[in-house]
């Protein structure tokens, strides 16, 4: 299986600020797919932002962005603008020949 | 609306007692995939389908059987091998390299 790691196990932010969640990988595959789910305590998943390891420009999809590091492996998801609704478990994934990995997940706790 | 039905979402087993949780998706994906997670940690893949009638093992898959008869359709049975199988199962779909779309989850417990 492939390798994700997210170091950070929990993080605290605050309302109306931004929050950055590490993820890096090991993959040597040059063809690739870098996802950030989102998991609620209610358990479903929920789909955030996709990359592409041959996309030129970071995606973004409202207030995600992706800030990917094809030379590092390392695809950071930033949430802007933080609210009260992201807190939450968020997952670093690598899609391979079909196969999605996972990382071991980041709680994010947001202040009021 | 189009969408993946996981069901029961809470499930029991006796010890030595095999137990199926379903899994049926609308949205005419042609990959489905089961997951397993546990507390406070990340998905770990048990098996994969790419196409009816074929299926791979994930990373996990030791304890634990599926099926593929129909596009729509991609149970899998917790054996009674699996020591273990306290966990949330996820069952998801996808086209190709699209983002998994995810059911709601099943919640197995031992009694």
């Known amino acids: 299986a492939q390798k994700i790691t997210q170091t950070q196990p929990g993080m605290f932010v605050q309302e109306k600020e931004a929050v950055t969640l590490d993820c890096t990988y090991d993959t040597s595959d040059p063809s690739y797919g870098l996802f950030w789910y989102k998991q609620p305590s209610s358990g479903e998943m929920i789909f955030l932002i996709y990359q592409g390891s041959y996309d030129q420009q970071n995606a973004t999809e409202g207030r995600y962005s992706l800030n990917f590091q094809k030379a590092r492996k390392s695809a950071n998801l930033v949430i802007s603008a933080s609210q009260l609704g992201d807190s939450a478990m968020y997952f670093c994934a690598v899609l391979n020949d079909y196969k999605l990995s996972f990382g071991a997940g980041t709680t994010v706790t947001v202040r009021a | 609306d189009g969408g993946i039905t996981q069901s029961p979402k809470y499930l029991f087993r006796k010890e030595g007692q095999n137990v199926t949780l379903s899994c049926e998706q609308n949205l005419n994906h042609d990959a489905m995939y089961w997951y397993r997670q546990d507390p406070g940690q990340g998905l770990r893949l048990i098996y994969y389908?790419?196409?009816?009638?074929?299926?791979q093992k994930g990373d996990i898959a030791e304890g634990y059987s599926v099926s593929r008869e129909k596009k729509e359709s991609f149970p899998l049975t917790v054996t009674s091998a699996q020591k273990n199988p306290t966990a949330f199962y996820l069952c998801?779909?996808?086209?190709?390299?699209?983002?998994?779309?995810f059911g709601d989850g099943t919640r197995l417990s031992i009694l």
């Open positions: 389908s790419q196409i009816v009638n074929d299926f």
């Open positions: 998801a779909s996808s086209i190709s390299a699209k983002p998994q779309h």
